[in-house]
C-alpha cells in the first residue's frame, strides 16, 4: 500500500536560510512523487514531481526534491526562504505500477518564514 | 484550457439539509478525485472517478454520502443530511488518462454546516 510521512508538521526558518522539508514514503511498486504548496485559504499548486527521470528534480520558486531510493525519501529543499514560502507544504505518492491513479496525501508541514 | 472549475466556493448549510458540491475538470482530463480538507489537517482521499464510473471509493463515508461522474457535466459530490462534523474544505482534483503526471487542482469549496 502507498503512503507518505511527512516528519514535521511545523517548520520555522528565518528569511534567506536554508529550508528542508522531509518526506518519506512507502510505495510497493514505482512511485510517482509529487510536493504540492497550498497558501492560506488557497488551493493547491504543484511544486515539483518525480516521475523516474532524474533523481534530482527542479521545481518553481527555486525550490527541489531529490527522490533517494534507498532512504525511500524525497525531501524538499530550498537554498534561501523568501517571506512568500510561508505556506503549507504537501508530499504526494502516486503509484503507477500497481495501475492505480490515486494520489495519497501526507499530512503536510507548514512552512513558517521569519524576518 | 481553463484550470479545474469548483462551485460554489462557499457553501452554507443547516444540519440535516443536502449539500452538493461540483467539479468541472481541465479539459481532455477524464478522471476525477474529491479530497476531504479538516481545519488544521491535510487532505483525506475520498473518492476516484472515471467517467460514468467509480474507480475507488474507499475514503468515502459509508452513509450520506455520493459522488458521480456523469458521461455529460460536472462531477457532483453529494452529501445528505448534513452534520457539523462535515464542515470542511473539499477540493477536486482531475488529471488525464495516463501516467506519471500530476493532478491539477480546483480551488475548493468551503463547506459549512451550522
Known amino acids: 500500500a502507498q503512503s507518505v510521512t511527512q516528519l514535521d508538521s511545523h517548520v520555522s526558518v528565518s528569511e534567506g536560510t536554508p529550508v528542508l522539508l522531509r518526506c518519506n514514503y512507502s510505495?510497493?511498486?514505482?512511485?510517482?512523487l509529487f510536493w504540492y504548496v497550498q497558501h492560506p485559504n488557497k488551493g493547491l499548486q504543484l511544486l515539483l514531481k518525480?516521475?523516474?527521470?532524474?533523481?534530482l528534480v527542479k521545481g518553481i520558486n527555486g525550490f527541489e526534491a531529490e527522490f533517494k531510493k534507498s532512504e525511500t525519501s524525497f525531501h524538499l529543499t530550498k537554498p534561501s526562504a523568501h517571506m512568500s514560502d510561508a505556506a503549507e507544504y504537501f508530499c504526494?505518492?502516486?503509484?503507477?505500477?500497481?495501475?492505480?491513479?490515486?494520489?495519497?496525501f501526507g499530512t503536510g508541514t507548514r512552512l513558517k518564514v521569519l524576518a | 484550457n481553463a484550470g479545474v472549475m469548483q462551485n460554489p466556493r462557499h457553501l452554507v448549510r443547516r444540519r440535516g439539509q443536502e449539500a452538493r458540491l461540483r467539479c468541472s475538470p481541465m479539459?481532455?482530463?477524464?478522471?476525477v478525485y474529491w479530497y476531504r480538507q479538516l481545519p488544521e489537517e491535510g487532505l483525506k482521499f475520498m473518492v476516484y472517478?472515471?467517467?460514468?464510473?467509480?474507480?475507488?471509493e474507499s475514503g468515502m463515508p459509508k452513509e450520506r454520502f455520493s459522488a458521480e461522474f456523469p458521461k455529460e457535466g460536472p462531477s457532483i459530490l453529494r452529501i445528505q443530511q448534513v452534520v457539523r462534523g462535515d464542515s470542511a474544505a473539499y477540493f477536486c482534483?482531475?488529471?488525464?488518462?495516463?501516467?506519471?503526471?500530476?493532478?491539477?487542482f480546483g480551488q475548493g469549496t468551503r463547506l459549512t454546516v451550522v
Open positions: 504526494v505518492v502516486s503509484d503507477r505500477g500497481s495501475g492505480t491513479y490515486k494520489y495519497i
Open positions: 482534483a482531475s488529471s488525464p488518462p495516463k501516467l506519471n503526471t500530476e493532478a491539477f
Open positions: 510505495s510497493s511498486y514505482s512511485p510517482s
Open positions: 479539459k481532455g482530463h477524464s478522471h
Open positions: 472517478l472515471q467517467k460514468e464510473n467509480i474507480i475507488d
Open positions: 518525480y516521475t523516474s527521470a532524474a533523481t
